[in-house]
């Protein structure tokens, strides 16, 4: 018997406008798990994908790697997680669960990795190509899965699956796993989608958090997240005061040209400079200013399971929410456009309207099992 | 009474033709030490220094960081070293004692740092310009003096103290003072005054040491040097099997342009290429091989006072030499001609011809203390 067919937001090929269509769900494996969507986040990433800025497009396209919804069915081999759990996915739905990196929890560092949206998913079934959470129901293996802590709101889920374990990830690797920011001073550059959360964690571990932005319009927004201060990245005087005080800078930009050496400067000796966001230009430095004052620069691509865990669970503790527009699955273009003219405050997630939410979760409380 | 004059071979300007000539020795401090040079190295710094190509060069100036020498007199307060001790100096000349950096053993990064010949240090008889070791005595701070080890050749000891320090720091930091390289996989691109005492230092952590250079030619000797094998940069398909493979690449190359993004994928998820050369050029990357693969890029100028000591320890125990060739100080004019050809093999050395060393060291083990 053929699969039945998955109701989603889709885009048929590069740049096009999305719609409501249909694809056929693969067939159930023994490691698999059936979902509902419940809140799926938009990260700048999925327009960069819908628009196949970085070439690795495959359409048609599902996009949606901030996912959280409540296991429908769970296939014969799974035992970690049962029917009506609230999970969480983010952005590696495969990897080989067999070499360092895997064997580390840095699956999303994985040679074999396979991402939510754009990568062929292998199993007993067969290789299919996997579909993101713009759709109404999913079905990925449970090991991509993560349960979600008690004291998270549904909805503010999916921006923490990738915004959140991005910037989590440098801070975890800097303080290690007590979390324990004491006497470190980190700052966040950048203060949008990436930066008003990485301010919350920062903040939270106990470590000074430094926000810098243009201007001083923000100045009181970030201290509300936990800035301790904010410097103004456009007066050269603050800039200056503010040189070698950062033992790291989480970079939250993204797009255009980032002007790396403007920035070095800020770095202590043996401190690190952390891109979480990708700016559209290469990134030139002048090597003086790494060298002389022993910097590093470095980069993440979200988290892997380790970090994932770690950050769900930080976030529930302290309470750290990103701050949210709302959209229907239906009118997840809206979304994408106020991401594309840059004024969503500060993540968009969409709502599943694609199927009757309610009913499923209604009928899963009363026993019954969909699909 | 006004200070003695010292012997030393001097550039009088930028870009000027060197000569022998005498500047007059600051008056002694009591951390002070008097040391006849016996040997110095010659650096390609030196080089950048003498022609100001950095603009940081005061004249007339006396280069030199790779010094060694015997001890002729002590200040009053000096109980670390005596009269007769062979030390070592290097790259830093004055530090503030104090700072985090400093109490870390990382003088080297101090905010307050005095480099050997071209800033000025501070004591109790005032603030004097510190002269390098194209000299045949030097007045100097004992706190920035090493001794050395038994086992290294004397006409060794200068190259280990600036080329030596710089490539083994990256290596401590990555392998913590265990130095135990066992199962990591550490590269070395360009085998040259740096290189070529970088795959000496990694292979005899115990670690894989890959030699990096254009063309097969260096394959024998690279082995010789304790390179497992040699990788062919300009081989394409080389090069991508070499993709992924290390925990670190260590940059000996300098000047020109540094091609960073053929580079990066050499290095495994967390890993790290660090820069020990500086290039002309700024150096541009694509933030995507760095951020996808999780890799870091560093720089660390020389040592501090930890690793120089640790240094010196593990090239005396492990038999680490650097190859030279020898010159008398009186013509460092040619072994400079040679640096800046780029025919040096591998690192020049100046031998102390100014004043009569043999009678001194005489006299030193008669007990009779010159100055």
């Not at 109701?7 to 798990?33: C, I, L, Q």
């Not at 064997?103 to 007993?124: I, S």
Request: glycine fraction near 10%.
């Amino acid at each position: 018997m053929a699969s039945p067919y998955t109701v989603a937001y889709m885009f048929p090929d590069a740049k096009s406008v999305g719609s409501v269509s249909a694809f056929r769900t693969k067939p159930m494996a023994k490691t698999d798990v059936d979902l509902i969507v419940t809140y799926c986040g938009v990260c700048h990433t999925d327009v960069h994908f819908i628009d196949n800025d970085w070439g690795m497009s495959r359409y048609p396209l599902v996009p949606g790697h901030e996912i959280v919804g409540h296991v429908t069915r769970v296939g014969t081999e799974v035992k970690e997680l049962k029917v009506g759990d609230q999970v969480a996915m983010g952005c590696v739905a495969q990897s080989c669960y067999k070499c360092e990196c895997c064997q580390k929890g840095r699956d999303n560092l994985c040679a074999d990795r396979r991402f939510t949206y754009f990568h062929d998913t292998t199993d007993e079934t067969g290789t299919h190509r996997h579909m993101g959470g713009f759709s109404s129901f999913m079905r990925t293996d449970y090991r991509k899965l993560y349960k979600v802590p008690r004291g998270l709101e549904q909805n503010h889920v999916g921006p923490l699956m990738c915004a959140g374990v991005t910037v989590f990830e440098p801070i975890r690797n800097l303080l290690g796993d007590s979390l324990d920011g004491k006497g470190k001073t980190i700052g966040v550059l950048g203060i949008g989608g990436l930066g008003h959360l990485a301010l919350q964690f920062v903040s939270k571990t106990g470590a000074t958090a430094v926000a810098f932005s243009r201007g001083k319009k923000k100045e009181e927004f970030t201290k509300f997240l936990g800035a301790s201060y904010l410097v103004d990245t456009t007066n050269a005087d603050a800039m200056q005061a503010a040189y070698g005080t950062l033992d790291q800078l989480i970079v939250c930009t993204s797009g255009g040209t980032f002007e790396c050496d403007k920035f070095l400067p800020l770095v202590k000796p043996f401190g690190n400079m952390h891109l979480c966001g990708i700016p559209d230009a290469p990134i030139t430095f002048t090597a003086q200013l790494l060298v002389f004052s022993r910097i590093s620069i470095s980069g993440n691509p979200t988290g892997g399971s380790t970090d994932t865990k770690l950050m769900l669970e930080f976030a529930a503790k302290h309470g750290i929410e990103p701050i949210i527009e709302e959209f229907p699955h239906s009118k997840a273009h809206e979304a994408i456009q106020k991401i594309r003219d840059g004024t969503i405050r500060f993540r968009a997630v969409l709502k599943n309207d694609l199927v009757d939410v309610e009913e499923t979760l209604t009928a899963l409380n009363n026993g019954y099992v969909k699909l």
